[in-house]
């Protein structure tokens, strides 16, 4: 297994100078999905459209080193099947020789909501690709709306708080195991690297089984900070990822050929209100009796998911 300094001397495929705001997740998460990606092997990247493509893609410049494409806001699985059925056709023609792998990028807008039909047919279909969603929790490019991935309680420019809302009134979707129910190869949940921690390498080494030990659609769900959207300090984006472990607000787990398989089990599992407290999407969460009984709810359901997941991984 590689080390974190192997990995830091392989060259980034995306490049420095792209317009993401610091501290941003999203290239975070990119840069080491693409880590994976062998030297012989070129690469195709789809990306939907959000954050992550109109910062890295200003025209006529490009962050990206290798082959890419955006698309429109809910077509990005469909977008790169097309590419990743082309390029089969065309190595039994024989008229491209090169070995390429196949990554799509969206966020949570254009994967959870806008690119679901898209994402389920080229998962139900099979092609071999790799989609990562880069989940920051809001469709934080135009404007912080909600988004269905958006947790229970958070003040969002569709869901404000005030006298008569206390934020968004459901619970995110667990989209990950709607992937898993696409019988897939390989599913994983995971959060960006993070080094001192035990699970410095989840991203990591997920995408490189993703993409080098599994044919077929795979798919990788990654809690991905956003320090506008979550109104955190980038000092503290990484502590709230790690939170989002603690709490199991955000559980590590992978789902291999139908087989699920906890990745980290907190020793003392932490209220989730310790997540929620450092964001000041949920502040006004903590200012009333309403919203401490909103508290108690998204803990409910957390603990809900939390004991479901433990059950499917034979944990208990």
């Known amino acids: 297994m590689a080390t974190l300094k192997e990995l830091t001397n392989i060259p980034d495929r995306i490049t420095s100078g792209h317009r993401m705001c610091a501290g941003c997740g999203a290239p975070m998460?990119?840069?080491?999905?693409?880590?994976?990606?062998?030297?012989?092997?070129?690469?195709?990247?789809?990306?939907?459209?959000?954050?992550?493509?109109?910062?890295?893609?200003?025209?006529?410049?490009?962050?990206?080193?290798?082959?890419?494409?955006?698309?429109?806001?809910?077509?990005?699985?469909?977008?790169?099947?097309?590419?990743?059925?082309?390029?089969?056709?065309?190595?039994?023609?024989?008229?491209?020789?090169e070995k390429y792998k196949f990554v799509a990028f969206g966020g949570d807008g254009g994967?959870?909501?806008?690119?679901?039909?898209?994402?389920?047919?080229?998962?139900?279909?099979?092609h071999d690709m790799l989609y990562v969603c880069y989940n920051n929790g809001a469709y934080m490019n135009t404007?912080?709306?909600?988004?269905?991935?958006?947790?229970?309680?958070?003040?969002?420019?569709?869901?404000?708080?005030?006298?008569?809302?206390?934020?968004?009134?459901?619970?995110?979707?667990?989209?990950?195991?709607?992937?898993?129910?696409?019988?897939?190869?390989?599913?994983?949940?995971?959060?960006?690297?993070?080094p001192g921690n035990k699970y410095m390498m989840?991203?990591?080494?997920?995408?490189?089984?993703?993409?080098?030990?599994?044919?077929?659609?795979?798919?990788?769900?990654?809690l991905t900070p956003c320090s506008r959207g979550w109104r955190c300090d980038t000092q503290s984006e990484l502590d709230l990822i790690k939170l989002a472990v603690e709490t199991c607000y955000w559980p590590l787990y992978e789902v291999v050929n139908g087989e699920y398989k906890l990745n980290y089990k907190p020793k003392q599992k932490l209220p989730v209100e310790e997540w929620l407290k450092p964001q000041g999407r949920f502040k006004h969460l903590f200012k009333s009796k309403e919203g401490i009984n909103t508290i108690a709810e998204v803990q409910e359901e957390i603990d809900r998911r939390w004991k479901r997941l433990l059950f499917l991984c034979g944990e208990e």
């Open 202 to 222: 989840d991203l990591y080494n997920k995408a490189n089984r993703a993409i080098n030990e599994f044919y077929g659609a795979k798919f990788i769900n990654v």
């Open 111 to 126: 994967t959870y909501d806008i690119g679901l039909q898209s994402l389920s047919g080229a998962m139900e279909r099979g």
């Open 29 to 97: 998460v990119v840069k080491w999905v693409m880590k994976a990606i062998k030297p012989e092997h070129k690469a195709v990247v789809c990306n939907a459209t959000g954050c992550l493509e109109v910062s890295t893609t200003l025209y006529p410049y490009s962050a990206w080193t290798d082959s890419y494409i955006h698309t429109a806001f809910e077509n990005a699985a469909a977008t790169l099947s097309g590419v990743e059925s082309s390029y089969r056709a065309m190595k039994e023609r024989g008229t491209v020789n």
């Open 143 to 194: 404007g912080i709306q909600r988004s269905s991935a958006t947790p229970a309680g958070a003040d969002t420019t569709t869901t404000p708080q005030g006298k008569e809302s206390l934020g968004k009134p459901q619970f995110g979707k667990d989209l990950t195991s709607i992937m898993a129910a696409h019988n897939l190869p390989f599913v994983a949940q995971t959060v960006p690297v993070m």
